[in-house]
Nanobody, 125 residues
Framework: VQLQASGGGLVQPGESLTLSCAAS????????IGWFREAHGKEREAVAC????????YLPDFVKYRFAISRDKSQNTINLQMNNLRPEDTGVYYC???????????????????WGMGTQVTVSS
């Protein structure tokens, strides 16, 4: 079972990026999947989660109107659309999941056990 995040890069403030989380070894049928980020000197935080049972999403207030999470069943990916990026969005972004949580809210407020390799996002002018 492997998760792989991709799509990161260097962008200027105000620009957009779309990250993709691909799964191999299993279909993305875990109850809930999340995107998390780690910035230098900061604790890891959840930025978006999705329940695969009902496609309900949860995003914390600091990204709620700028980020969106969605599922592409045909590609077996979970995508994170990030708009109006800010320097404070800089960090390594990971997708993560496990069998433990079914709701998107719970996913974002727990510590998943299955993590993929991250992708670096740098927002700088």
């Amino acid at each position: 079972v492997q998760l792989q995040a991709s799509g990161g890069g260097l962008v200027q403030p105000g620009e957009s990026l779309t990250l993709s989380c691909a799964a191999s070894g299993f279909t993305l049928n875990r109850p809930a999947i999340g995107w998390f980020r780690e910035a230098h000197g900061k604790e890891r935080e959840a930025v978006a989660c999705l329940s695969t049972n009902n496609d309900i999403t949860y995003l914390p207030d600091f990204v709620k109107y700028r980020f969106a999470i969605s599922r592409d069943k045909s590609q077996n990916t979970i995508n994170l659309q990030m708009n109006n990026l800010r320097p404070e969005d800089t960090g390594v972004y990971y997708c993560a999941t496990d069998l433990g949580e079914a709701s998107s809210y719970a996913r974002c407020h727990s510590s998943p056990t299955e993590w993929g390799m991250g992708t670096q996002v740098t927002v700088s002018s």
